[in-house]
């Protein structure tokens, strides 16, 4: 966008590259060097600095005085001895594979996320699978009519290579684990949550960016409203009324997803947010079709079952109920599957979402991961229960009574708190003045390199004075 305004007022791809980009990226790490991490933050200042008569930015954060508070937590929860064996077989089979870590990146990702959320989930692709086995030139031809329309392994589509082509997870499992919540302690704090939510009289958004795990919850859903005993058990330990133990379609929970028909959209949103509707109290939500441009402050509770690379992807879905309009307190719980690669993507998710923040924001933010991440990403760490500690309880009472219960959530933390600015990060004045020094003198050491570039042009471009009389003749854009 600034080249649209400025051609080349960053320089070509390369140089930009060279300049911003690669300095950026090498202080983000937790094992950069002082180094690193000092010039990072003087390129942020510099690059903030340039960008700053181009760029208008109105963030949700000025809407804060006219809202109630909002608490976003990231519940690390364990994995179940099912999934752990799982898990750990999907990673001897990759190491086997004798290829490079990175190569099936996306389909090893695409398999492993379906262990830690629930077994059903295997099978359920499995048999998918199994129906499109010699349709697979079909399966590259389709082309759906938006990002909302995908399917769910989008990547498994485009590389023509399905993460699950066979029941070799069978062997691990007994019948009963397809059919009850008992092996995926995300679905057991899920159901928790709902439960609590419903006997306050608050409603609750459910978000996935797979429509394969949103089938899996509507699953269980309809197991428990044909009450099955054991689930009900399990589900809800202290379920006295069983009205909130009825999952009805269209009555206790809506869903929206791609395949959603958009004349009835409208309507069940309308229904959702009614004050007089007290049984509607969750709405199954895909991300893509629904992350954006809905109201739906009729809930005030949103629980985000998986988490996307791209950080972006996941913020959208907490403003459908932190919005104008919204009268209580907001509560989001991403759940993370404790010491797997959903937990890596998470903390390379908020490096991406600090990198926006140091470069458009002037913010310096905490690194939260390390240099020998893709190593990293194939690994396993199975949490000691004898080692945990009880957190400090939050203020939130439904999240309170699910620490306590230590085989669900073994520890969490706020969101927010990870983006905070760190002021004692911050440059001084002096270190201000020594970043546009030694970007400068690197500027035009390497245009004197290339021995063509104009140097009164050259320092127009680059001086903080000739660069803010040149931007005003310029309007703001946002």
Known sequence: MVNFIKPLYLGTEREFANLYANPIKNGQHKDSSKKDITIMKQRSYVLHKKLSKFVQRKEAQLLKSFLPQKFEYVLFIPMTSVQISLYKSILEAIEGRGESHGKSLITDY????????HPKVLEDAWKNATKQKGKKDKL???CPNSDEDQPDDIYDSQTGV?????DWWRKYLVKQDLETIVPSNKLR????????????GEKCLIFSAFVAVLNVVEYFFKKVSESNAEMVHLAHTSANHKTLNKWISGQDYYRLDGKTPKNIRHEMIKRFNCETNRRARVFLIS??????CINLIGANRVIILDTSWNPSNDQPNIFRIFRLGQKKNCYVYRL??????????YSRSVTKQAMSFRVVDEQQIDRHYNMAELAELYTLTIPQKIERTVPVLPKDTILADLLRQSDLVYNYHEHDSLLE???EQE?????????????????HLNFEQKGNMDMEKLENNISITGLSSYSSNFPNFS
């Not at 993370?336 to 993507?345: D, F, L, Q, S, Y």
């Open 140 to 142: 590259k031809i389709s």
């Open 110 to 117: 695409t398999v492993l996320r379906k262990i830690w959320t």
């Open 427 to 443: 440059l001084s004045e002096q270190e201000k003045s020594d970043a546009w020094d030694t970007y400068e003198k690197e500027l």
């Open 336 to 345: 993370i599957a404790m010491g797997t690669m959903e937990e890596k993507v």
């Open 189 to 200: 704090v899920m159901f928790s949550i709902l439960h609590m939510c419903a006997k306050k």
């Open 421 to 423: 600015n760190k002021v």
């Open 162 to 166: 399905m993460s699950v082509t066979n």
């Open 287 to 292: 991300s893509r079709a629904g992350g954006q």
